[in-house]
T-cell receptor, first 111, second 112 residues
Framework: RKEVEQDPGPFNVPEGATVAFNCTYS??????FFWYRQDCRKEPKLLMS???SGNEDGRFTAQLNRASQYISLLIRDSKLSDSATYLC????????????FGRGTSLIVHP | NAGVTQTPKFQVLKTGQSMTLQCAQD?????MSWYRQDPGMGLRLIHY???????DQGEVPNGYNVSRSTTEDFPLRLLSAAPSQTSVYFC???????????FGPGTRLTVT
């Protein structure tokens, strides 16, 4: 099993839709969790950190389920500008800080 | 505020050639990293540095060298380029304790 797994998609949704992505991780000692956004041929940019209690930033909500070892990203009221690839990142506790990136989930929002 | 800069943006090398990818930051972060991104794969950590004079290997270090003589600069050296090193290379700053990272714009390298 890969350390961090994401459905590559693409998720093709109309404007205004609500869409959710999941990311599963295999190492139960994982400590920190993040969602990044990457536009085509651009660098990844931090979208949000994921906290145990869940967190929300405008239309975006991130949640962590340690028992089932997954994190989720919910996007409400999708905009055309949300079209991008969303990367899940997990880091382990202790020792060296080596983040593990998922392969990303592609989102296409159409008019 | 430039953040993280990388040069060059594009490079084509022949097999066996050497080159250095430059990364510079103006945010005074101690932690810097180099990643490569290949189609269909997640970003993979090549080398990282927790401060000037300190570097360590990541997940895929073979074929690459790094040094960190200053806080600002973290160059990545390819000693003898191979076609398998064709990739997009990203430099990043940040890491512990919060874990958030900020990436440079990337260098697209093709080795023929």
């Amino acid at each position: 099993r890969k350390e961090v797994e994401q459905d590559p998609g693409p998720f093709n949704v109309p404007e205004g839709a609500t869409v959710a992505f999941n990311c599963t991780y295999s190492n139960s000692a994982s400590q920190s969790f993040f969602w990044y956004r990457q536009d085509c041929r651009k660098e990844p940019k931090l979208l949000m950190s994921v906290y145990s209690s869940g967190n929300e930033d405008g239309r975006f909500t991130a949640q962590l389920n340690r028992a089932s070892q997954y994190i989720s990203l919910l996007i409400r009221d999708s905009k055309l500008s949300d079209s991008a690839t969303y990367l899940c990142v997990v880091t382990k506790s202790g020792g060296s800080y080596i983040p593990t990136f998922g392969r990303g989930t592609s989102l296409i929002v159409h008019p | 505020n430039a953040g993280v800069t990388q040069t060059p943006k594009f490079q084509v090398l022949k097999t066996g050639q050497s080159m250095t990818l430059q990364c510079a930051q103006d945010m005074n972060h101690e932690y810097m990293s180099w990643y490569r991104q290949d189609p269909g794969m997640g970003l993979r950590l090549i080398h990282y540095s927790v401060g000037a004079g300190i570097t360590d290997q990541g997940e895929v270090p073979n074929g690459y060298n790094v040094s960190r003589s200053t806080t600002e600069d973290f160059p990545l050296r390819l000693l003898s380029a191979a076609p398998s090193q064709t990739s997009v290379y990203f430099c990043a700053i940040g890491g512990p304790p919060l874990g958030e990272q900020y990436f440079g714009p990337g260098t697209r390298l093709t080795v023929t």
